[in-house]
């Protein structure tokens, strides 16, 4: 058997995967370098690897090598010495592609060059037909490797890259490369011998480049069978009735393997234009009747129906690959994505791809493998785990220490944070609530608002009157805080401070510092990402926890548009609710973004629930989509940079409310809210629309003790 030096390239990180199948197919393997596997091989085993390598990315066959790299011309004086008459007929077409780099020479373009000039002028010098160069259809493909050990030209045999198996017809933005596709199927263990799982899923499809990979690995279809190209056909040496029996051999393997017991193959995606491209790329490689794929998001996967079955195997390219804003979206999406595995999964074996460890971290389970690859030129991550079969572990509920060490100072303060305590504890853990308010200004010698989120203690003072002397004022802060340490079981230092003045514009909204502490609270099935110390604000207004409720329970099936959406924290309700789609406009850029994460934490994606930054007075002016339910919480005052209005809630809320009620579809509902404790509503309004004061019925128990929190009406059109 005549063997001959060859080269099998693929991303890196598949080196090994490589080497196994090029072994299986007869090939020496000699080494293994950075994205690529060298060695000696049959004309048969290079055959086989263009037909079935999932892994690879070109076959390539070594015509000559020196050492060193050399100038041009040197690299010319040595492609000069090849007998090309071996290799190309007089008259063919080919194309020189270059990789690899070297000190002298660092224009590849002249590289490539010298070398078509090499190849050309030993046909012309010898009066034979000139070789013609087509980079778009050649009949021989030359790849030329510049590196200062080793230079070396190579026919190309694949051609085109084996990862282009031709069915991806329809694409996504990012789509995976189908080689990296294959891998991560082989380092789950698919297609190993043994029992085959029950179900292939794929929660966040795309293209569906996955699931398909996996369609033709367990039903032993060949990746090449349906290329129409190849590098070899046009080749002196091309071995016509060996290629054609492969092929046979393939195509009897295609008709056995379509026969046998597959997996079901799910994928779900929130865009339905991946949902669409999916469907099509799985027509076009033939494996349509095997795949599953249907329109939903991330945060509806359940264990119901396929799913409901304890062997399977998870295949995931989660879609954030980049940092998209200053909040990082990414972790979020991937610690949902965990989450939801766990409820659904558990047991099943996972393989998902990242393009940070960290990412991956977010799963939080330690028992794993992992490898690094590329998808393209992008690096990532591929890590491999078992999903483990106990749930996420929640939090434990809020307790006050009934003995603690307060100063005497405080004793009247402990007294009433335990009263506050007794009253509220029934309902905080009745409804699981996990974010409230424990005290606010109960008693006038300590000005403060104590809420609890988790864990963590948020203490607000507010700004005492120009009677209360500044030292007297200081001092007796001091001992509410060293209180409510005591009292929390939480060092005073873990104690989130700031003063609550009366704010002008938008400096509640302003950066405080830079820590960028974000972490997650439970809110009736939602998960909301607050701030305790960057910012005024913490990112979810407690108060509105009753209407962020009755949010949830009217938008099954609507259209919801939220207005001033700050984090979007409505919007996550909206959504958990059934919403067909939601749309949150906000003219901040950061708490748009703060919104997205919260979206991604919850399974959601903007593909459904589109997020517009604008100024809401100039976006309710301009015609537009019509909505089922719209929330409206505007702020009392703001004069942001962003844009030339000024707005105050009060003179402004007439043309505010007239304007979304423009955007409010018949039998649709306007939640209207606002905290300006002397708001008044404009009477015209409900001579206008049908206008009921629902702010009673929004008031939660925690701020029971302070009634004017906030105002909010229903507003409906009449008739």
Known sequence: MNMRAVTVTCPGGLEALVAAEMTGFGMRVDA?????VTGEASLEACYRACLWSRCSNHVLLRIACWPGGGDADALYARLDQVDWQAWLRPGQ??????SGRSDAIRNTQHAVFRAKDAVVDHFVSRALVRPQVDRERPDIQLQLHLDDRESAIYLNLSGAP???R?????????PIKENLAAALCLWTGLGEPGPVPSVVLDPLCGSGT???EAAWLLADVAPGLSREHWGFAGWKDHDAPLWQRLRDEALQRKAAGASRRLPRLVGFDADPKAVRAAQANAAAAGVASWIHVEKQPLAMLQRTGRLAVEDGVVLCNPPYGERLSEVDVAPFLYRCLGRRLRAVTPGWRAGVLAAQVEHLDEFRIAEHRQHRCHNGPLACFARVFPVPLEAEPRWPFFRLRDEAQVPEAGRHLANRLQKNWKQLRPWVEGDGIRAFRLYDADLPEFNVAVDLYGDRVHVQEYAAPSSVEPAKAAQRLEVALDTVAAMTGKPRKALALKVRARQKGTRQYDRRDSSNDLFEIEEYGARLLVNLTDYLDTGLFLDHRPVRQRLQSLCKDKHFLNLFCY????????ALGGAKSTTSVDLNPRYLAWAEANLALNGFSTEQHHLERADVAAALGKGGDQFDVIFMDAPTFSNSKRTPNVLDIQRDHLALVTGAMKHLARGGVLLFSNNYRRFRLDESLAQAYD???????TIPVDFSRNTKIHQCWEIRHRG
């Open 32 to 36: 293994q370098g950075r994205g690529a």
């Open 93 to 98: 077409r080919f194309a020189i592609a270059v």
């Open 162 to 164: 084996l990862h282009e």
């Open 166 to 174: 031709g069915y991806r017809v329809a694409s996504v933005a990012a």
């Open 210 to 212: 996955l699931l398909i």
């Open 567 to 574: 984090t979007g924290s409505a919007t996550v309700h909206a």
């Open 691 to 697: 206008v009921k004061d629902i702010t009673a019925e």
